[in-house]
C-alpha cells in the first residue's frame, strides 16, 4: 500500500445543514490528513464540466441543479489507501445500500442528495484534484 491522494467533496445538501465539521472529522479520524480544502458555489459551468462523465444519463440535470444550489467544500484528502479508503468511508451511492457507519449512512437524504464525493481510481483522483487546486493550494 502507498499514500495517497484524493480528491473529496462536501456537497450542498450537507454543507446547509452544518455538517462540514461533522464531516471532516469522519476523514481525520480514518487517519486522513486535509491537505488542501476550500469553499466554492459552484457555477453551471464548473458543475457540468466536473461531471461531465455523467452528461448522457437521465440524472445529470438534477445532479448539475443539486451542485449549484448551495456551497460545497472541496478538498484533497491524502493517506495510505486513500482512493479506495475514503470510497469505503462514503459507503454506497444510495444512502438506502449504505453500511453502517458510513458518511451517506449517517447524513445523505437520498441517491440524489448523498452529502460526498469521492474520486473513484488514480487517474480520476488526479484529474478532478486539478480541476479544482493549483499546486500552490495543496499543502502536503
Ligand atoms: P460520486 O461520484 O459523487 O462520488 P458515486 O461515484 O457513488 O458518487 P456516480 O455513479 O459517480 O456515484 O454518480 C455521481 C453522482 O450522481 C452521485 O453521487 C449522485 O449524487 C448522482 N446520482 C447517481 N445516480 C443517481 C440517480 N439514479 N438519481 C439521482 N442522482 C444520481
Ligand atoms: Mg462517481
Not at 455538517?19 to 457555477?43: H, N, P, Q, Y
Not at 448522457?56 to 467544500?73: A, D, Q
Not at 451511492?93 to 464525493?117: Q, Y
Request: proline share 4%.
Amino acid at each position: 500500500m502507498a499514500v495517497e491522494r484524493t480528491f473529496s467533496m462536501i456537497k450542498p445538501d450537507a454543507t446547509r445543514r452544518n455538517l462540514t465539521g461533522a464531516i471532516t472529522k469522519m476523514f481525520e479520524d480514518a487517519g486522513f490528513s486535509v491537505i488542501a480544502s476550500k469553499r466554492v458555489w459552484m457555477s453551471r459551468r464548473e458543475a457540468e464540466g466536473f461531471y461531465a462523465v455523467h452528461k448522457e444519463r437521465p440524472f445529470f440535470g438534477e445532479l448539475v441543479e443539486s451542485m449549484c444550489s448551495g456551497p460545497t467544500i472541496v478538498q484533497v484528502l491524502q493517506g495510505e489507501n486513500a482512493i479506495a479508503r475514503n470510497r469505503e468511508i462514503m459507503g454506497a451511492t444510495n444512502p438506502s445500500d449504505a453500511a453502517e457507519g458510513t458518511i451517506r449512512k449517517a447524513f445523505a437524504l437520498s441517491i440524489g442528495e448523498n452529502s460526498v464525493h469521492g474520486s473513484d481510481a488514480p487517474e480520476t483522483a488526479s484529474q478532478e484534484i486539478a480541476y479544482w487546486f493549483s499546486e500552490t493550494e495543496i499543502v502536503g
